[in-house]
Nanobody, 116 residues
Framework: VQLVESGGGLVQAGGSLRLSCAAS????????MGWYRQAPGKQRELVAF????????NYADYVKGRFTITRDNAKDTVNLQMRSLKPEDTAVYYC??????????WGQGTQVTVSS
């Protein structure tokens, strides 16, 4: 099973982008769907996630109020709507899913570049 991301690109500060991530096959018992990002020279960091329990969305402080994560369980997809983008949001964004027995799946990454 592979995760395929789409929706990255170049946008001006204040603009919006929507990232999507779909599993190429069925992932049994998904317990976690999330988005990470990694800027040049920095460690990968968790941006937003939805855990299976309750389906509540969680966000890093620096994206709260600007980003919205949603999931479609039937299609094994997770989306990230990004608004009011800032230059510091520039990074490669990765989606991740965790299935049964802790099996982890990662996307290949999609570049988001926000110009000032």
């Amino acid at each position: 099973v592979q995760l395929v991301e789409s929706g990255g690109g170049l946008v001006q500060a204040g603009g919006s982008l929507r990232l999507s991530c779909a599993a190429s096959g069925n992932i049994f018992s998904i317990t976690f769907m999330g988005w990470y990002r990694q800027a040049p020279g920095k460690q990968r960091e968790l941006v937003a996630f939805i855990a299976d329990s309750g389906g509540i969305a969680n966000y890093a402080d620096y994206v709260k109020g600007r980003f919205t994560i949603t999931r479609d369980n039937a299609k094994d997809t997770v989306n990230l709507q990004m608004r009011s983008l800032k230059p510091e949001d520039t990074a490669v964004y990765y989606c991740s899913m965790v299935g049964a027995h802790g099996a982890e799946f990662w996307g290949q990454g999609t570049q988001v570049t926000v110009s000032s």
